[in-house]
């Protein structure tokens, strides 16, 4: 089903994704979670979020792409279908928005890389709940239904890193 890895980063490259992700500068650009065709299951004033288009439609789509290199060594990938960070602010009650599939129609691998610790996390159609930890990666086949959730503790902002990927088979 899903597998978890905490402390998936050295302390050194996590931190300099982290510090890129959330550096001022960086930009952010607002955007639906989910097109109700997709399963948006929460009220439309929910339904947005902030993210960042690394790579998508067969190329890098951001100068920022080349920070992930020793990420996509690390995660063995032969092929990227997408990569995309969120940003999901925080809310005084949990917001889940649906259960999709990132990429349909495609069999490959989906992985989420944690920024922050927050009480939100990602939730699987069977129930399963994987929570937001600061460098904790996720990983799954891309056909598995889950739902971001935002968080409800101090923390003002819930940060992930979404990828959609083949792996090198040996």
């Not at 890895?5 to 490259?13: A, H, M, R, S």
């Not at 349909?104 to 129930?127: A, H, M, Q, R, W």
């Amino acid at each position: 089903m899903f597998k978890i890895i905490d402390n998936f980063l050295d302390k050194k490259e996590f931190k300099k994704i982290k510090l890129m992700l959330l550096d001022s500068s960086f930009p952010w650009y607002m955007d639906k979670v989910l097109l109700k065709e997709d399963g948006l299951i929460t009220k439309e004033k929910y339904n947005f979020q902030f993210t960042h288009n690394f790579y998508s439609q067969y190329r890098p789509r951001s100068s920022f792409f080349e920070n992930l290199n020793n990420l996509l060594i690390k995660i063995n990938a032969s092929s990227i279908v997408r990569i995309k960070s969120n940003l999901l602010s925080r809310t005084n009650k949990k917001i889940k928005h649906g259960f999709h599939c990132d990429i349909i129609n495609v069999k490959c691998t989906t992985g989420i890389l944690y920024i922050n610790s927050n009480n939100g996390g990602t939730e699987f159609k069977d129930g399963s709940f994987v929570e937001s930890k600061e460098n904790r990666f996720v990983y799954f086949p891309s056909n598995l239904l889950h739902t971001g959730t935002t968080n409800t503790c101090e923390q003002p902002y819930r940060v992930v890193l979404n990828l959609n990927y083949y792996k090198h088979v040996l």
